[in-house]
C-alpha cells in the first residue's frame, strides 16, 4: 500500500492551491499527499516524512513518529528555531532552478544600481537632464555575504558579466575568479571594498543584526546594498540614515522585518529605497515537486534522509 504523506503548511490562497494540486499529482507513483487537515489518527501516527511550507510546530508536533520534513522553502530558519532540536530533522529545498533564478534578480538588480537608474528615475519626475559618469562592470565591485547555492550561483553569474567580485562566508571557500574571505576580519575587507553589496547569508543567531550600523558604517561612500535573505539580518535604521545623510546611493529590499511590508512603513515612500514583496527568487512549483519526488522516493527505497540542517548552526 501506498504510504500518506502529510502537507503541513499555513500558507494560504494561490500558493496553498498550487501544492495542494501538484504535489498528489507529482507524488502519485510514491504516496498519498494529503493535507495535515485530512489525515486520520493512524495516518498521523504513521507518517516518518511529511512535506511541509511555512507550517504550524503546533501541527507537527502532532506527527510523532516524523524522521524528517522536507521543506519546499530555501530559508528555514523559523521551522530551525521552532521544532525541538530532538524533532524531526529538516531537509530544505535545494533548486538548481532556484539558484539560477536567484541569479538572475541579483544580477537584474546590480545592473540596475550600476547603470545609475534610481538616479535617472528620480531626475524624471524633475526634468531634469544630467549624465552621470559611466563606470565599467569591471570598475564595480560586488560583495556577496553568503557563499551558498544562491550566492556561489550569483557570484558567477556577476563575474560572467565583468563584475570584480568578492564574497564572504563562514568557512573558507574557493570560486573561480571570485575573491573569497571569511571571518569577522574578512568580513570587513569585503565591505570596505563593495560599491555594491548583496546579502544573501541565511537567518540565523550568528547572522540576526549582521550588517549593524558598524557594517554598513564599513561600507564606500556611495554603496549600495540589495537584502535578498531575510530582514533581521540588517539594521533597516542604520541603513535609512545612511541613505539619507547621503553615505549610501540606494538600496534594493526584498526582505523585511515584517511580511507583507506594512502599509504605514517610512520604507514605501523612501526615494533611495527599492521594495520588492520578496520575489527574487520564489519555489518554483514544477522543478520543486520534482526534487521532493526524489528525495522521498529514494528515503522510501533505501531510508537515505538528504542533507539536514545542522540544528546547532541554524542552516
Ligand atoms: N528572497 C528570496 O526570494 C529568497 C529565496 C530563497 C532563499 N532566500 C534566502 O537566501 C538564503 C541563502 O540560501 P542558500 O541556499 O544559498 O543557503 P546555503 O546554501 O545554506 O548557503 C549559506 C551561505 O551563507 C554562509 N553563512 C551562513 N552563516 C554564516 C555566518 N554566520 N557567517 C558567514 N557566512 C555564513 C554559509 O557559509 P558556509 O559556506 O561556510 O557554510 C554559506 O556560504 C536562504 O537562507 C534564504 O533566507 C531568499
Redesign the pocket.
Known amino acids: 500500500m501506498r504510504p500518506v504523506i502529510p502537507f503541513v503548511s499555513e500558507s494560504e490562497g494561490v500558493e496553498r492551491e498550487a501544492w495542494i494540486s501538484a504535489l498528489p499529482e507529482g507524488l502519485q507513483d510514491i504516496g498519498v499527499v494529503k493535507p495535515f487537515a485530512d489525515l486520520t489518527e493512524d495516518e498521523r501516527r504513521a507518517a516518518k516524512v511529511a512535506i511541509v511550507a511555512n507550517p504550524s510546530p503546533a501541527e507537527v508536533a502532532r506527527l510523532p513518529n516524523l524522521e524528517w520534513v522536507h521543506s519546499l522553502w ?2 528555514v ?1 523559523r521551522l530551525a528555531s521552532e521544532l525541538p532540536p530532538d524533532g524531526p530533522k529538516i531537509v530544505r529545498l ?1 533548486d538548481p532552478q ?1 539558484a539560477a533564478t ?1 541569479s538572475e534578480a541579483v544580477l537584474a538588480w546590480t545592473l540596475y544600481l550600476h547603470r545609475d537608474m534610481p538616479r535617472y528615475a528620480r531626475q524624471q519626475p524633475r526634468k531634469i537632464w544630467l549624465e552621470h559618469a559611466l563606470k565599467t562592470p569591471d570598475q564595480r565591485t560586488v560583495g556577496i ?7 556561489s550561483a550569483s557570484a558567477l553569474r556577476l563575474k560572467a558579466n565583468g563584475f570584480n567580485v568578492c564574497g ?4 573558507p ?1 574557493q570560486l573561480d575568479g571570485v575573491e573569497t574571505f ?1 571571518g569577522a576580519s574578512g568580513l570587513s575587507d569585503l565591505l570596505a571594498r563593495s560599491d555594491i553589496l548583496v546579502l ?5 543567531d ?2 540576526r543584526g549582521l550588517v549593524s550600523r558598524e557594517e554598513v558604517a564599513r561600507l564606500p561612500k556611495g554603496a549600495s546594498l540589495i537584502n ?3 530582514g533581521p539580518i540588517l539594521d533597516t535604521a542604520a541603513l535609512v540614515e545612511a541613505l539619507d545623510s547621503g553615505r549610501l546611493d540606494h538600496a534594493v529590499l ?2 523585511f522585518n515584517t511580511e507583507p511590508l506594512p502599509a504605514d512603513s517610512p520604507l514605501w515612500s523612501h526615494e533611495k529605497i527599492t521594495v520588492l514583496p ?5 519555489t518554483i512549483t514544477h522543478t520543486a515537486v520534482k526534487i521532493v519526488a526524489h528525495n522521498i522516493r529514494r528515503y522510501l527505497e533505501t531510508g537515505e534522509i538528504p542533507e539536514s540542517v545542522d540544528r546547532i548552526r541554524g ?1
Do not use: C, N, Q
Open positions: 530555501a530559508g530558519e535545494t532556484m536567484m555575504l553568503g557563499l551558498g547555492k544562491l550566492g564572504w562566508s563562514r568557512s571557500k571569511s544573501l547569508v541565511p537567518l540565523t550568528a547572522t535578498f535573505a531575510r526584498d526582505v520578496h520575489i527574487s527568487a520564489p542552516y
